[in-house]
């Protein structure tokens, strides 16, 4: 109902900014709680960062707090993930996810989030 398509990652040095995309086809997620998420290899899936369909609401994991900053542009269908400071530790696939359409709600929870993009890689080297 809901295809994502995320863009934005490459390899990058420690300390560099970089800003990934997540684009909406067919159905747009404007009403949607908005995730992203990242998994780096051999590990689970990790939440990220989350916005509530009207934006009024954020949350961070504590490992990005501070440094990530999630956004979203419903009229344009697009969210986004500002990275800032990177770490070779943020090294991972990362994946945006559309899942609760409930005004305010924000989810950590892979589970609760109803559509998935195909992950980018971010490599962030020493």
Not at 26 to 42: D, E, I, K, L, V
Not at 58 to 84: C, E, H, P, Q
Not at 88 to 105: F, I, L, N, Q, S
């Amino acid at each position: 109902q809901v295809h994502l398509v995320e863009s934005g990652g490459g390899l990058v040095q420690t300390g560099v900014s970089l800003r990934l995309s997540c684009a909406a086809f067919g159905r747009t997620f404007s009403t949607y709680t908005m995730g992203w998420f990242r998994q780096a290899p051999g590990k689970q899936r990790e939440f990220v960062a989350t916005i509530s369909w009207n934006g009024g609401r954020i949350d961070y994991a504590d490992s990005v707090k501070g440094r990530f900053t999630i956004s979203r542009d419903n009229s344009n269908t697009a969210v986004f993930l500002l990275m800032n400071s990177l770490k070779p530790e943020d090294t991972a696939v990362y994946y945006c996810a559309a899942g609760p359409r409930t005004p305010g709600v924000v989810s950590t929870t892979p589970d609760e989030y109803n559509y998935w993009g195909q992950g980018t890689q971010v490599t962030v080297s020493i």
